[in-house]
């Protein structure tokens, strides 16, 4: 079992629709937990980050935890071709290494 | 506040080559990592310090892989003898804190090994 796991997708959605996005992982521990987007030939880069149960909302950013199902989801509101990227769900385990330990990503593509 | 810095940006070598890719973190973060993203991967771990110390080596494959940070500061990663599976982008990142929570990422070094 992959400690993050991720769908691949693409997952398409039209201009102006909401996104989700779905990471589970297997660290019960886990406690920190992060969303990075990462444009095709570009490093990943930081735009949300959750640590407690609930929702976290950032412009048109909503990030959502749910430790008890080990379930972090990030909604994109009002989707522009912009957004299309990879997704990439992080998690910072609570022992061992306290490293992100990132999935394979959520490829996005929104459709104009 | 300028971002983490990473040269080369591209590299090619022939396999059983050696090769050095350089990091410099942003000013005042203490904890640097090393990252390996494979094409349609996410990043893994190769190396994590805490200043100048090794906080997580475990994914470092050590047959072959290397690196240092000297002063707490700049860090290099260094592949001898590099095969053609380590073709990948080379990520490094930094934080402020000991954790690594809130890392950012350089843009990353493309090797490809032919």
């Known amino acids: 079992q992959k400690e993050v796991e991720q769908n691949s997708g693409p997952l398409s959605v039209p201009e102006g629709a909401i996104a989700s996005l779905n990471c589970t992982y297997s660290d019960r521990g886990s406690q920190s937990f992060f969303w990075y987007r990462q444009y095709s030939g570009k490093s990943p880069e930081l735009i949300m980050s959750?640590?407690?149960?609930g929702d976290k909302e950032d412009g048109r950013f909503t990030a959502q935890l749910n430790k008890a199902s080990q379930y972090v989801s990030l909604l994109i509101r009002d989707s522009q071709p912009s957004d299309s990227a990879t997704y990439l769900c992080?998690?910072?385990?609570?022992?061992?290494?306290?490293?992100?330990?990132f999935g394979s990503g959520t490829r996005l593509q929104v459709q104009p | 506040e300028a971002g983490v810095a990473q040269s080369p940006r591209y590299k090619i070598i022939e396999k059983r080559q050696s090769v050095a890719f350089w990091c410099n973190p942003i000013?005042?973060?203490?904890?640097l990592y090393w990252y390996q993203q494979i094409l349609g991967q996410g990043p893994k771990l190769l190396i994590q310090f805490q200043n100048n110390g090794v906080v997580d080596d475990s994914q470092l494959p050590k047959d072959r892989f290397s690196a240092e940070r000297l002063k707490g500061v700049d860090s290099t990663l260094k592949i001898q003898p590099a095969k053609l599976e380590d073709s990948a982008v080379y990520l490094c990142a930094s934080s402020l804190g000991p954790s690594g929570t809130e890392a950012f990422f350089g843009q990353g070094t493309r090797l490809t090994v032919v």
């Open positions: 992080a998690v910072i385990r609570d022992t061992g290494r306290r490293a992100l330990t």
């Open positions: 959750i640590y407690s149960n």
């Open positions: 000013s005042g973060h203490a904890t």
